[in-house]
């Protein structure tokens, strides 16, 4: 916007010379005016990036209505969106416009332009991008769907909010609905931008519940072994490669899965690492099926078997190991918690027979038993807010 040397831009200077405004109350409504017509009028639905630390300067502009929300929340298997607030009006402009470094915009004639800002803090992803099916975000005015391809927000991790963010502007009819819909897996999550309501069914949503679980236990053993009965202690504790607090998750979909039947959930637990001391660890492995050897409890006593899986855990390598799949079992989803017991006597206990080094077992193995088995390691799970 050009300015003569007075440093007014041309507009303004149109209007004082026009009117002969001196008064500083005149001067501000020839600004105010100036600053409507340098607003870009937008036509549909847009989105624009903002710094995640400036975004809020949006609730301070005089040109807007601001409504915030405490729960305008969807979630999915691959992302968490959130809207901290709407803001409505007819214009976005200066100053609030100048602080989030973005153009004024004004709604079209006869339209009301909506500013729904994108939670930053709220980006957690329970899985991993598909790399087949990415999350699809647009925003519904009376049945036109506008695509929204900055949206969701990457994952920040570690509970630290996104650097950007972004706003989503939307010019429509007062009357009209606006919406935000996002399709994660299949399946359809919608958030009606005007109340901040969810419009989808729970049971057609997705469920996410966490519970620490910290594996930590110690069991005495005998094993015969270099021709003598050796006692030793077997330890199950946290693998090494997990970096955060290890969780156990209640889901309702799981990558490797699908989603889970009507009233059911998954249960996803840390697979433990199994560590023996001393030279008893040396060669020794316990190989199982996880349906036979974890079961998780109910509160009301029913218990479930672990959905299969093979296991080979080496007892002097796996807490160093690659880490392990997690162990998953078909539960109720309304369960609020409940107990894992993970019984190694059920398990096959074989010893190398072969040629092996520090970093690679010998696949060479015969299957030898505990003189003293180890006892059933217990997780205590707790799913409640």
Same mark, same amino acid.
């Given at each position: 916007?050009?300015?003569?040397?007075?440093?007014?831009?041309?507009?303004?200077?149109?209007?004082?010379?026009?009117?002969?405004?001196?008064?500083?109350?005149?001067?501000?409504?020839?600004?105010?005016?100036?600053?409507?017509?340098?607003?870009?009028?937008?036509?549909?639905?847009?989105?624009?990036?903002?710094?995640?630390?400036?975004?809020?300067?949006?609730?301070?502009?005089?040109?807007?209505?601001?409504?915030?929300?405490?729960?305008?929340l969807l979630r999915g298997p691959h992302y968490t969106l959130g809207i901290a607030f709407v803001a409505t009006?007819?214009?976005? /402009?200066?100053?609030?416009?100048?602080?989030?470094?973005?153009?004024?915009?004004?709604?079209?004639?006869?339209?009301?332009?909506?500013?729904?800002?994108?939670? #930053?803090?709220?980006?957690?992803a329970a899985f991993g991008p598909d790399p087949e099916a990415a999350v699809m975000v647009d925003v519904v005015?009376?049945?036109?769907?506008?695509?929204?391809?900055?949206?969701?927000?990457?994952?920040?991790?570690?509970?630290?909010?996104?650097?950007?963010?972004?706003?989503?502007?939307?010019?429509?009819?007062?009357?009209?609905?606006?919406?935000?819909?996002?399709?994660?897996?299949?399946?359809?999550?919608?958030?009606?931008?005007?109340?901040?309501?969810?419009?989808?069914?729970?049971?057609?949503?997705?469920?996410?519940?966490?519970?620490?679980?910290?594996?930590? /236990?110690?069991?005495?053993?005998?094993?015969?072994?270099? /021709?003598?009965?050796? #006692?030793?202690?077997?330890?199950?504790?946290?693998?090494?490669?997990?970096?955060?607090? #290890?969780?156990?998750?209640?889901?309702?979909?799981?990558?490797?899965?699908?989603?889970?039947? #009507?009233?059911?959930?998954?249960?996803?637990?840390?697979?433990?690492?199994?560590?023996?001391?001393?030279?008893?660890?040396?060669?020794?492995?316990?190989?199982?099926?996880?349906?036979?050897?974890?079961?998780?409890?109910?509160?009301?006593?029913?218990?479930?078997?672990?959905?299969?899986?093979?296991?080979?855990?080496?007892?002097?390598?796996?807490?160093?190991?690659?880490?392990?799949?997690?162990?998953?079992?078909?539960?109720?989803?309304?369960?609020?918690? /409940?107990?894992?017991?993970?019984?190694?006597?059920?398990?096959?206990?074989?010893?190398?027979?072969?040629?092996?080094?520090?970093?690679?077992?010998?696949?060479?193995r015969r299957s030898i038993s505990w003189a003293l088995p180890p006892k059933v390691f217990e997780l205590q799970?707790?799913?409640?807010?």
């Amino acid at each position: 916007m050009n300015a003569d040397r007075s440093g007014f831009s041309p507009c303004v200077v149109a209007r004082l010379r026009a009117g002969g405004v001196v008064a500083l109350a005149g001067l501000v409504m020839v600004l105010t005016g100036c600053v409507g017509e340098r607003a870009t009028e937008l036509l549909g639905v847009r989105s624009v990036s903002v710094d995640s630390f400036s975004f809020y300067q949006l609730a301070t502009s005089d040109d807007l209505s601001v409504t915030s929300f405490t729960d305008a929340l969807l979630r999915g298997p691959h992302y968490t969106l959130g809207i901290a607030f709407v803001a409505t009006g007819e214009q976005l /402009g200066d100053p609030a416009a100048g602080s989030l470094r973005i153009d004024p915009v004004r709604a079209a004639p006869g339209e009301q332009l909506l500013v729904a800002a994108v939670d #930053p803090s709220a980006t957690y992803a329970a899985f991993g991008p598909d790399p087949e099916a990415a999350v699809m975000v647009d925003v519904v005015v009376d049945g036109t769907a506008t695509a929204l391809d900055r949206l969701p927000l990457h994952d920040a991790q570690y509970g630290i909010p996104a650097a950007m963010t972004e706003l989503i502007l939307i010019s429509a009819r007062p009357e009209a609905q606006v919406r935000l819909r996002v399709t994660d897996a299949g399946r359809e999550t919608t958030l009606d931008l005007r109340t901040g309501e969810h419009l989808t069914a729970a049971e057609e949503g997705y469920l996410q519940r966490q519970s620490e679980a910290p594996w930590d /236990g110690e069991t005495p053993v005998v094993a015969d072994r270099f /021709g003598r009965r050796v #006692p030793a202690d077997l330890s199950v504790m946290m693998q090494l490669q997990v970096s955060d607090q #290890p969780a156990a998750s209640l889901t309702t979909y799981r990558p490797d899965i699908g989603w889970a039947a #009507p009233g059911r959930a998954f249960l996803s637990v840390p697979a433990p690492a199994v560590i023996s001391d001393g030279i008893v660890s040396i060669g020794l492995h316990e190989e199982f099926d996880d349906a036979a050897v974890f079961t998780f409890r109910t509160p009301d006593g029913k218990v479930v078997p672990a959905r299969p899986r093979m296991r080979d855990i080496d007892l002097q390598r796996s807490a160093f190991g690659e880490r392990q799949p997690v162990v998953t079992f078909d539960v109720p989803e309304d369960i609020i918690g /409940g107990t894992v017991f993970f019984d190694l006597s059920r398990a096959q206990l074989t010893e190398e027979t072969g040629p092996a080094t520090v970093r690679q077992a010998s696949t060479e193995r015969r299957s030898i038993s505990w003189a003293l088995p180890p006892k059933v390691f217990e997780l205590q799970l707790d799913f409640r807010p």
